[in-house]
């Protein structure tokens, strides 16, 4: 059987740059080679694409050293519409080489400029295939605002939440604050409505802390959500569009054991104060809510390909939906890949998984 041509696109221009390296890295470990050739191509902290090493051992987690794309003088030419699909890549040395045609993009990038939509659009432009999320859930995704309002329209339940522009709070800081202690109850969460993996969030247990915890968010963006924090367990369910429908992993959960909330250090680097446990120990009766609202949830925001659905479980059995991201990570620790192991499928599978998605598109 030949072999399928996937390009592997990581890194990117978002603050998210080294966590999508060290995603590829796990990515290109775990791909089945029998299956797939491989392409890796890589974005710059400035948006350059070049043609990257085939070498997983080259983006390692790890948090004293973070992997990153580095500009080697490579420039990545995407096939055009309407003509084949080769990929050619301009060497450092001004020479043009082609590297033969693609049947798929993988991209695994997280953040702006690849989790929004932006890179989906690109390639729908393209006529170029991808894997993974289209281009209305990723930017609905990633925007926590019209995430929180397409949740609502489905009946699902949300924290309640105000959100606020950089220039409403210029130009009536008195009343943002009004609006926050309109709420009714602390703590509260603020967070950027468009960055991810905990960027720029902060948690306010008193409003005194109100000004620094905008401030650090409108350093991310200039429009901010004051939310609720919701009592309850964090549990994350992993959502995946396969050869047989839409499917929900067993959940798992996240479990503080010193840390405030479930922050970047504790998501990516193995930060001391965080369990991330999969299964969860859970009730048949709550798995099959828990399974139902990501599976909902997934479908209310049109989704395509994958999503990790992050939501709370309350002490009264209620379940309030947090968020949902399209490009989970897929770094050694994280929950998507963990549950769906934990549910019987494999890493290099659900990576197969993906692309055979992608590809029926």
């Known amino acids: ?57 080259k983006f390692p987690l790890d948090a004293a050293h973070l992997p990153e ?120 969460f603020v967070k950027p409505a468009r960055a991810g993996s905990s960027v720029g969030v902060s948690k306010v247990s008193d409003f005194s802390e109100l000004d620094a915890a905008l401030a650090l968010a409108f350093a991310e963006d200039d429009k901010v959500l004051i939310e609720i924090g919701v009592s309850g367990r964090e549990i994350e369910v992993a959502v995946l569009e396969g050869t047989d429908g839409v499917r929900a992993s067993l959940p798992g959960e996240i479990v503080l054991t010193s840390r405030g909330f479930y922050d970047f250090e504790g998501k990516y680097l193995g930060g001391d104060g965080v369990d991330v446990v999969c299964p969860a120990e859970l009730t048949d009766a709550e798995i099959a809510a828990i399974q139902e609202v990501g599976v909902r949830s997934f479908e209310a925001v049109d989704g395509r390909g994958l999503a990790r659905v992050d939501m709370f479980l309350t002490a009264s059995g209620e379940l309030v939906v947090n968020e949902l991201n399209t490009m989970p990570g897929f770094t050694p620790i994280s929950m998507f890949p963990k549950c769906w192991v934990a549910s019987g499928l494999s890493y290099g599978d659900l990576i197969s998984e993906l692309i055979e998605a992608g590809l029926r598109r």
């Open 69 to 188: 794309v580095i500009d080697n003088g490579s420039r990545i030419l995407w096939p055009e519409p309407g003509g084949d699909r080769t990929l050619r890549v301009v060497r450092a040395d001004g020479a043009l080489e082609g590297l033969g045609e693609i049947d798929i993009v993988l991209p695994i990038l997280h953040g702006t400029h690849g989790e929004d939509g932006t890179i989906q659009g690109y390639f729908d432009t393209l006529e170029v295939p991808y894997a993974g999320g289209g281009v209305l859930d990723s930017a609905l995704c990633m925007d926590k605002h019209f995430m929180k309002v397409a949740l609502q329209a489905s009946g699902i339940q949300v924290a309640p939440w105000v959100t606020v522009r950089a220039r409403q709070w210029e130009a009536d800081a008195a009343g943002v604050r009004a609006a926050a202690e309109g709420l009714g109850q602390l703590p509260l």
């Open 1 to 57: 059987m030949d072999k399928q041509t996937v390009v592997v696109l990581f890194g990117g221009r978002s603050s998210e740059h080294s966590i999508s390296s060290a995603t590829a890295g796990g990515v290109l470990g775990a791909i089945d080679r029998d299956r797939y050739a491989v392409i890796p191509v890589g974005i710059t902290r400035e948006g350059a694409f070049v043609l990257e090493d085939d070498d997983p051992a």
